[in-house]
T-cell receptor, first 113, second 117 residues
Framework: AQSVTQLGSHVSVSEGALVLLRCNYS??????LFWYVQYPNQGLQLLLK??????LVKGINGFEAEFKKSETSFHLTKPSAHMSDAAEYFCAVSGGSNYKLTFGKGTLLTVNP | DAGVTQSPTHLIKTRGQHVTLRCSPISGHKSVSWYQQVLGQGPQFIFQYYEKEERGRGNFPDRFSARQFPNYSSELNVNALLLGDSALYLC????????????????FGEGSWLTVV
């Protein structure tokens, strides 16, 4: 079985500050890890994903995430927050024989002017 | 090319009623998956279909059913609606249905918002 824990249901940062959204996973097989963003009243948009190879993954809109197997983590970062980053962010895992994504509960990011 | 399209975008139903939600995958994609996202939670897997056959089912009651048509579009049906069925229902499509086993991407639609009163 696979599971995802996102630490912090709500993160608030000032515009221009570092964004750090935390994700820890559990998986009995090598995981594939995803970050999705959901803007109000919209569907899910893929930000970035880790499959194999380089553990530092760059995505859209200046976001990146680092896969750390020893810590079972895949935290999402952005050096400088922008007002347009305000949204809900979901970490998800798949892999092995899984044909589905298993999502965390999400982190709501608020960006203050 | 059009992305994943879902209809209706919003609907309100009464407890005990039945609802049908529809999804058209991206052109060339033969697999459709359904997810339920309750307010304040992450999406949860309901079904996956590939070539009109059910490939996977999540932990949902038998009131939930789905089917896929020859043109690869899909319907999600929910019978005897409960207040707890109020959620955003997301459809995702992929070409072969195996993508998540290898870390490839599936593509989500905008969702159908269901409110049960």
């Amino acid at each position: 079985a696979q599971s995802v824990t996102q630490l912090g249901s709500h993160v608030s940062v000032s515009e221009g500050a570092l964004v750090l959204l935390r994700c820890n996973y559990s998986s009995s097989v090598p995981p594939y890890l995803f970050w999705y963003v959901q803007y109000p009243n919209q569907g899910l948009q893929l930000l970035l994903k880790y499959t194999t190879g380089a553990t530092l993954v760059k995505g859209i809109n200046g976001f990146e995430a680092e896969f750390k197997k020893s810590e079972t983590s895949f935290h999402l970062t952005k050096p400088s927050a922008h007002m347009s980053d305000a949204a809900e962010y979901f970490c998800a895992v798949s892999g092995g024989s899984n044909y589905k994504l298993t999502f965390g509960k999400g982190t709501l990011l608020t960006v203050n002017p | 090319d059009a992305g994943v399209t879902q209809s209706p975008t919003h609907l309100i139903k009464t407890r005990g009623q039945h609802v049908t939600l529809r999804c058209s995958p991206i052109s060339g994609h033969k697999s459709v998956s359904w997810y339920q996202q309750v307010l304040g939670q992450g999406p949860q897997f309901i079904f996956q279909y590939y070539e009109k056959e059910e490939r996977g089912r999540g932990n949902f009651p038998d009131r939930f059913s789905a089917r896929q048509f020859p043109n690869y579009s899909s319907e999600l049906n929910v019978n005897a609606l409960l207040l707890g069925d109020s959620a955003l229902y997301l459809c995702a499509s992929s070409r072969f249905g195996q993508e998540l086993k290898t870390g490839n991407t599936i593509y989500f639609g905008e969702g159908s918002w269901l409110t049960v009163v």
